[in-house]
Every structure is written in C-alpha cells, then in structure tokens.
C-alpha cells in the first residue's frame, strides 16, 4: 500500500461548489493506470489529475477519465495548478511549466487584485482544423434541427483532444438538446469520425457579462455533463475566430450555470484568423477538501 496526498479543487470558479471539480492526486509515479482509472471512476468526477515528475518541465501531470488517459484538459490544469499552489510548490505570481500528455504547458500565476483564488493562465497548443459535418447529422445526436446551428460544425483539435464544435443559435435550442448516447457511441466507431464529442455553444452568456455559453454532454461511463470543459473552450474560441465569429480575439466564455455549477473562463486567441498560434485560457480554482488516498 503507497499513501499519496490528496487535494479537491474546483476549477473555473472562485467559489466552493462552482465550476467543474477535480481531484489532484501527488506523487502518483508508481500509481498504475488501472488504478487511476478506479480511483477516477469510484469519484464519478469527469476527470482526476495525477501529479508526477517530468525531466522536461517543471511539474508533470497526466488526466484520466473513467475511460482512460486523455492527453490534454483545461479544468484538471486549472485544478493541479491550484493544489500545487495551496501545498506551496508554486508561488505566486510566476510563470511554470506543466508537462501534461500532450506536451509542455506554459503556465502564468497572476494574483486576483480582488483577494480572490490566483488567476492561473494556460497556453494551449496550436489548434488544428479537422473535417465539417453535416449539420443534420450532428442536431440529429441531440433531438435538435439542422435549422437550429449557424455554421457548418468542425472538428477542432487541440493537444490531441478533439470536439466538433457546434454553434448554436438560441439557448433555448441548447436547453432541448438531449444527448442519444447509443448514436454517439456508434459514429465514434466509423473511420470517418474524426472527434470524440461534439461541443454545443451559443454566442450568449448567461450573464450580461458573458459572451458565449457551453454544453458539453457526455456517454457512459463518463458522467452526462460536463460542467466546464477548458479544453474545448479553447477548441470553440479557435473555431469562432477562424469563422468570424468574434469581433475581436478575446472574450469571457460561460459554462455549468444550468447545472448548478457555473464555470467561467478568459480567453485569448493569438495570431490573425487565418493564421491562429495559440489560444490561452485563463480560470480560478478553489480547494473543497484535502485528504489522504491508497493504493
């Protein structure tokens, strides 16, 4: 039996019981992958992050769901961040560097001027742009109308993780969908899938403040939503800028509000339209509880 530290974050808010949690397990070397799966599964959180050493960068972390590794993910970022900083190996404000599946992170501490959680800055690999889709076949996932998406849906990738980003119309189209799971399941199985889900967004906050907003429905065994997903925020603002979108490279994206859970993130998209280089998500994380776990 191998004791590690353990410390629950919830990512993308500044306040308990906001945003999207994650358990940050330390010392997770010799964990092996069947175990951090179990663990990941036996929290019925969405993902878990493993914190670990890296010969390439500063800290090192890996992700799993209750399917398997994922190589890249924004709020267990957030979250192992956060839990390095609350057991005093990141200071604040400094820049550092996260190796995570698919590669090395740039990572910027900024203090909040307000008193609130430290502003933690991730860049996120340069995007890639996979296949459209046929509007029909995507609404067709959710018990929505081909006539409800503005734009032809894509697949974007970033880091390995990729979604079919679908904008939406209106939210009240957003609040119909209602994901058919079997369907999903099945087109993930023809070699013309190039996505694991697709990304539902509108170009409305929530809040007046807010200027898009996201869902994120998932099939078993992962948990049915997602409460804020900052890998594929960082996949929706690649794909609203390179579409035209935005008016400018910046916005504030909200997501989790209808679950109880609201998330909020900002972002930045570097280089012009045609040519993007990078998109940086920003989010806050506050710890919910520390513990102990054995393997």
């Given at each position: ?10 990512a993308?808010?500044?306040r ?22 179990a663990?990941t ?5 969405s993902?878990?992050?493993?914190v ?27 979250a192992t ?14 820049d550092v560097?996260?190796?995570?599946g698919a ?40 018990g ?14 970033i ?5 079919c ?19 999903l ?16 967004a509108?170009?409305?906050g ?23 997903t900052?890998?594929?925020?960082g ?6 800028w ?5 008016e ?18 900002q ?13 940086r998500?920003?989010?806050?994380g ?10």
């Amino acid at each position: 039996m191998t004791k590690h530290g353990l410390i629950w974050v919830d990512a993308f808010t500044d306040r308990r019981f906001g945003g999207n949690p994650c358990a940050v397990v330390f010392a997770a070397d010799p964990i092996s992958t069947k175990d951090r799966i179990a663990f990941t599964r036996e929290t019925r959180l969405s993902e878990c992050a493993f914190v670990q050493r890296s010969e390439t960068a500063d800290f090192g972390a890996r992700y799993y769901t209750a399917s398997g590794e994922i190589k890249m993910a924004g709020h267990p970022t957030v979250a192992t961040v956060t839990a390095l900083i609350q057991s005093g190996l990141v200071k604040t404000p400094s820049d550092v560097t996260l190796e995570v599946g698919a590669g090395v992170l740039p990572i910027s501490v900024d203090i909040d001027e307000d008193g609130g959680p430290d502003f933690i800055e991730m860049t996120q690999p340069k995007p890639r742009f996979g296949r459209e889709h046929e509007p029909a076949k995507i609404a067709g996932l959710y018990g929505i109308e081909a006539s409800d998406i503005v734009d032809a849906p894509q697949t974007v990738d970033i880091g390995g993780t990729k979604f079919c980003v679908t904008l939406l119309r209106t939210h009240e189209a957003l609040r119909r969908a209602a994901l058919d799971a079997p369907a999903l399941l099945a087109m993930r199985k023809r070699p013309d899938c190039d996505f694991a889900e697709p990304f539902l967004a509108t170009t409305q906050g929530v809040t007046k403040e807010g200027d898009t907003f996201s869902r994120l429905l998932l099939p078993p065994p992962e948990p049915p939503e997602d409460p804020f997903t900052g890998s594929a925020t960082g996949c929706l603002a690649a794909y609203l800028w390179a579409r035209g979108h935005l008016e400018r490279p910046r916005f504030r994206a909200e997501q989790g509000h209808w679950m109880e859970r609201p998330g909020v993130a900002q972002v930045a998209i570097d280089g012009p339209r045609d040519k993007i280089e990078g998109i940086r998500v920003a989010g806050q994380g506050v710890v919910v509880m520390r513990g102990e776990i054995s393997f």
